[in-house]
């Protein structure tokens, strides 16, 4: 685990930096998914991708208070569960492969393990 003296801002925490490029990464992967998909499957999945990133921002700017930056990194999490089941309607729908699927699932473990690290040791943030 990072130090608490090197984080400069949300930027720099490992934790921001897979969400956001796994936010990048489904958004590159649903632009092969059916043109009907369009108002459903695929804003929805963008849309929880990338809500775990833009969560993260917010529990670091209010990471002064600990409840309120705890319960910001659980919403991350529950937005990559979300995701998660996106991911398995995509795959189910046959629009990504079982590799493509099992290389996202993996990322999102090791993000939810992440992010429930943060919170176990919620006081190293607390600024």
């Not at 489904?26 to 929805?44: A, C, G, M, R, V």
């Not at 990559?80 to 309607?89: D, P, Q, R, S, Y």
Request: proline share 1%.
């Amino acid at each position: 685990m990072q130090d608490k003296k090197d984080y400069k801002g949300y930027r720099d925490l490992k934790v921001f930096q897979l969400a956001y490029q796994l936010a990048l990464d489904i958004h590159e992967l649903t632009k092969n998914f059916p043109k009907e998909e369009k108002y459903s499957l695929t804003d929805q999945m963008r849309r929880s991708s990338r809500s775990v990133a833009a969560n993260l921002a917010e529990a670091w700017e209010k990471r002064r208070y600990e409840k309120t930056f705890i319960s910001k990194l659980v919403d991350c999490a529950g937005e990559a569960g979300e995701t998660e089941v996106w991911l398995c309607f995509s795959k189910d729908f046959k629009y990504i492969n079982e590799m493509q699927y099992e290389n996202l699932m993996s990322k999102y473990e090791e993000l939810n393990r992440m992010l429930y690290g943060i919170v176990s040791n919620a006081d190293k943030f607390i600024s």
